[in-house]
């Protein structure tokens, strides 16, 4: 069953409600909403585009199809509302993965860094959260 709840203001008490994800995208930048799902231990289908690879390591953390091969991308939906201890194992790896690569600590000093490396002023940024 779908159900469309049109515009919603706290998507964080409903994405960890969702049994996967599905994003079907034909262009994707990154893919924040894979990683989204991904930090609520939500499994993602997604599409092999943009930078979605760099985000999600296929059967491991998530399943990513080519793009317009919607018979796949049904089939990975389907194996995961099907096969407990398959969500079970991706939706773990999932959230391991957004911990792990790509949580604030890691990623706001990156940012920081290549900010100071393009203004000429490298050691100049420092972010409270962050100890260095």
């Known amino acids: 069953y779908v159900r469309f709840l049109g515009k919603q203001d706290h998507m964080e008490r409903l994405i960890p409600r969702m049994h996967a994800l599905h994003l079907p995208s034909e ?3 990154f893919g924040l909403a894979a990683l989204e799902g991904m930090a609520c231990g939500v499994p ?16 491991i953390d998530g399943f990513m199809e ?4 919607v018979d796949a991308q049904a089939a990975r939906l389907t194996e995961l509302l099907t096969d407990g201890a398959l969500h079970a194992r991706i939706a773990a790896a999932a959230r391991k993965t ?3 690569r790509f949580c604030t600590d890691l ?3 990156q940012y920081e860094a290549y900010y100071a490396r393009v203004l000429g002023t490298e050691g ?3 972010h409270p959260a962050v100890s260095t």
């Open 98 to 100: 957004a911990e792990t």
């Open 27 to 29: 262009m994707e930048a």
């Open 66 to 69: 080519p793009v317009g091969d």
């Open 44 to 59: 993602p289908v997604a599409t092999r585009t943009g930078g979605v690879p760099d985000l999600i390591t296929h059967s």
């Open 124 to 126: 100049t940024f420092h």
């Open 107 to 109: 990623i706001i000093p």
